[in-house]
């Protein structure tokens, strides 16, 4: 029981410092075209991920089923999952590399589960193709590497398109004119980031703690637990269906990602949004849009994606809009840096983490 309890803790920690870092990456534009405080902003994100986080499981059932054999699962194997994708985020923040907090949770995932089968690769669920389209595969290719490639690429080509057009609609519009409209829009667009923000990120623990809570619930750790903990159990889903999350979970993951975000979040958002490209809230707008719309769209099909990845993008692909002397080569470079190590590296450091708890004795 205490391993369980130790799993959720190190999960709700997990999505608090989410909640503080990445939901500032989801709406510091707000904050960069000055059109929100970042006081202000931080209520918006708070509020907005919290109803996010509240809408659909389909992220969390794939974490929770669609990327290792859930059988190798066990609380020690969860804890030092979530312990190699936090230790490869401070490694990262350490020497100001980039990291995606999505991609280091299932790489410390994978990692995990790798040493626990004793190097046997097939526990991980490379790639089950769907039976009519291709967004219904699961598996790391579908879920995973597909839409780390194409979520940023879509934001920054359909953030062209978004300026380009509104370049065109409003080529006779007076600047006062636009700002003013603009100024009131971007209120909606900040909100639909940080609500897009929340149906994506905030189910990733989620998922961890469906399966933490099955695989204790199959081996018997909740047998002779009273009536009123009987909401712990979560019986593992018969073949061919998804994991169903338990609303409590929903409820405990939303509140500590909107925790996170009111605690610390407006600090990191102040920071972003000043050191940010200038922007007008046009340029907001569009960025915003596209951003939320990617990771919308994302999370319907379950899809983990980065947030900072698709905001980045996207401002990238409305700064081209005007010149494509905005495409800063160092950021793309940075992003690809990202791609390459940030999975290979967090399931590294989860991989060794299981050797050193076996070489200690922590586990069989």
């Not at 626990?116 to 690769?121: D, L, S």
């Not at 398109?161 to 209120?187: A, D, S």
């Not at 707008?285 to 983990?304: K, Q, W, Y």
Request: charged share 10%.
């Amino acid at each position: 029981m205490t391993l369980i309890l130790t799993v959720i803790l190190v999960a709700l920690v997990f999505e608090y410092i989410n909640g503080f870092h990445d939901t500032a990456n989801s709406i510091a534009t707000v904050v960069s075209t000055k059109v929100l405080s970042p006081r202000q902003a931080v209520v918006l994100a708070a509020t907005t991920n919290l109803l996010g986080a509240l809408w659909g499981t389909a992220v969390a059932k794939t974490i929770a089923s669609g990327l290792v054999d859930a059988k190798i699962v066990t609380s020690e194997i969860l804890v030092c999952a979530l312990l190699g994708a936090i230790v490869w985020n401070l490694i990262t923040w350490w020497f100001g590399l980039p990291s995606s907090s999505s991609h280091a949770l299932v790489g410390g995932l994978c990692g995990a589960c790798l040493a626990a089968a004793n190097n046997n690769w097939g526990v991980i669920v490379w790639s089950i193709p769907g039976k009519q389209h291709w967004w219904e595969g699961k598996g790391i290719l579908w879920k995973v590497l597909v839409p780390m490639v194409t979520s940023p690429v879509c934001g920054l080509v359909i953030g062209f398109c978004v300026m380009g057009l509104l370049y065109f609609i409003l080529r006779n519009w007076r600047p006062v004119t636009v700002n003013r409209t603009f100024g009131r829009l971007q209120l909606f667009s900040a909100a639909y980031m940080g609500f897009s923000h929340g149906t994506n990120d905030a189910q990733k623990t989620m998922g961890i703690l469906a399966l933490a809570l099955v695989a204790a619930t199959g081996a018997g750790t909740f047998n002779s637990l009273p009536d009123w903990l009987g909401f712990l159990k979560l019986p593992e889903p018969a073949p061919g269906k998804s994991l169903e999350i338990a609303t409590w979970i929903k409820v405990v993951c939303a509140l500590t990602m909107c925790a996170g975000t009111a605690a610390g979040g407006w600090r990191i958002i102040k920071t972003l949004g000043h050191k940010m490209v200038r922007l007008y809230p046009v340029h907001g707008f569009a960025a915003e849009t596209t951003a939320a719309t990617v990771l919308s769209t994302a999370a319907v099909f379950g899809m983990p994606v980065s947030t900072t990845h698709a905001i980045t993008t996207s401002i990238m692909g409305v700064g081209c809009a005007k010149g494509f002397n905005a495409l800063k080569l160092n950021v793309a470079e940075r992003i690809v840096w990202a791609w390459i190590l940030t999975i290979p590296a967090a399931g590294l450091v989860a991989y060794s983490l299981v050797r050193l708890a076996e070489a200690l004795g922590w586990l069989a």
